[in-house]
């Protein structure tokens, strides 16, 4: 095994760690920070820790060899015409190219404040290696369709979701002539809410790799579990709000308002971290697992399908993740915490769930969802509650052009970046995966 190669393709891969960790993680903590529940550098140091713990403790051991089915390995390795190992040398330089397209194209997206999908950067950057390496046909455009589907299902779904459920709690506590009553009165069935989401997407997004294996776990034993404690968890949190808001009923409006805010303090710092830990849990793989694919062909010579994810590899991909986040992840974090709409913390609440709560059902559905196009949508979604002018149309349109560029501008820097690597790199690569199969 050629260390050089190895070290180069970590290197690539711990950039696009950095990445993702400035644009997609700053979304899971943007609500926290743009409702003032969090400074920016506690935000940091919990995001990091949840997602970290994701993505080391509970991340996928076990990757596709081409990210998210877009390209099948088997076309490229039926190509006629190819030399012995050269069908391995091309899925090498093109994971590599779509791994580094997709970096540059997370980092101008970071660099300009837009929140993007990692996960549509890393599709269209395969794709876009795929026309070139094997033809138009070799691309899943079913899947690619599915994809383009989800520009749409993702932010609209989460936007209806988020306006009901800010209607809501506008309705019954805020909207309200004594809004300290009516939060003793509904912030536990609001925590219960909470609660049964988090639980439920903490199970089935954060743990699914741990909790797959688990047989006595069903659907229902889950289900069960999640509604017991989060009845447990109404039951207290009315202890605590009536305790909290004890007196305070007396106030002027305003200052009543004030005080219910800070009762959701807690929920929206609660619901970030859990979307934080479930995103690094999942979207490590992004990151890592085109680097796992170059370095088990690479170690064995061989393609295959499906392929082990080392540990150095999972904490490779949590610690770049920590560290862009760290560096870079406000600029997202003040566009969708800020720019979007005024948010607060009843409003953070709201949306993270309505985020949550969508990402869950879709994933349980089997349809592809982004969940930065989700938390986006849910935030508009509960700008949208206040009438068209709680939203920054001009901050909208931006985002959504960030959006549907992303594919297409992988695509076409992932081409550009396969042809040179193919000229460059491709028969010394061959080279070595000859040497190393025997």
């Known amino acids: 095994m050629d260390l050089a190669v190895i070290s180069v393709a ?27 529940a969090l400074s920016v550098k506690h935000a940091v140091i919990l995001a990091g820790i949840c997602e970290f713990a994701g993505a080391v403790l509970v991340g996928s051991h076990v990757t596709n060899t081409v990210r998210k089915g877009i390209v099948d390995p088997a076309v490229i390795a039926k190509m006629p015409g190819l030399m012995q190992g050269e069908a391995a040398a091309i899925i090498v330089v093109g994971m590599t190219a779509a791994l580094l397209s997709a970096a540059f194209w997370l980092h101008f997206s970071s660099a300009t404040g837009m929140p993007v999908s990692t996960t549509h950067s890393i599709v269209g950057a395969v794709a876009g290696f795929g026309i ?48 300290v009553k009516a939060a003793v009165t509904f912030v536990p069935i609001i925590v219960f809410i909470v609660s ?6 903490t199970v089935y997004k954060g743990l699914k790799h741990v909790t797959g294996d688990i047989e006595w776990l069903t659907d229902n034993v889950t289900l069960i579990f999640a509604l017991g404690m989060s009845i447990i968890f109404a039951v207290i949190s009315k202890l605590w709000v009536k305790r909290t808001l004890q007196g305070k009923d007396s106030l002027s409006i305003s200052d009543q308002l004030e005080e219910v805010e800070r009762v959701f303090t807690p929920l929206v710092i609660i619901s970030s971290c859990s979307v934080a830990f479930a995103h690094g849990a999942n979207d490590v793989a992004n990151s890592v697992g085109p680097l796992a694919a170059v370095v088990h062909i690479l170690q064995h010579g061989t393609i295959e399908m499906k392929v082990g994810v080392p540990f150095w590899i999972l904490a490779l991909g949590g610690a770049g993740i920590v560290l862009g986040l760290a560096t870079y992840g406000h600029r997202v974090m003040q566009t969708v915490g800020t720019k979007i709409t005024e948010i607060t913390p ?89 040497v190393v199969s025997g």
């Open 196 to 201: 049964a989401t988090v639980i439920l997407a």
């Open 346 to 434: 009843s409003r953070g609440v709201a949306a993270d769930v309505a985020a949550t709560a969508t990402v869950l059902v879709c994933t349980r559905m089997s349809l592809p969802v982004s969940t930065t196009h989700t938390l986006v949508g849910a935030i508009m979604g509960i700008g949208l509650a206040r009438g068209l002018s709680g939203i920054n149309r001009q901050v909208a349109r931006k985002i959504f052009t960030s959006w549907i560029i992303t594919v297409p501008a992988a695509a076409l820097l992932s081409m550009v970046l396969f042809v040179v690597g193919r000229s460059l790199f491709l028969e010394k690569v061959r080279l070595l995966i000859l």
């Open 10 to 36: 970590a290197l690539l891969g711990l950039y696009m760690a950095w990445n993702i960790g400035a644009n997609d993680v700053a979304n899971s903590m943007a609500d926290a920070v743009g409702s003032r």
């Open 132 to 179: 070139v390496a094997a033809g138009i046909d070799s691309v899943n455009w079913v899947k690619m369709g599915q994809i383009v589907a989800s520009w749409f299902i993702s932010p609209v779904a989460g936007g209806i979701l988020g306006y009901i459920f800010f209607k809501f709690i506008t309705k019954f506590i805020l909207g309200q002539e004594r809004p």
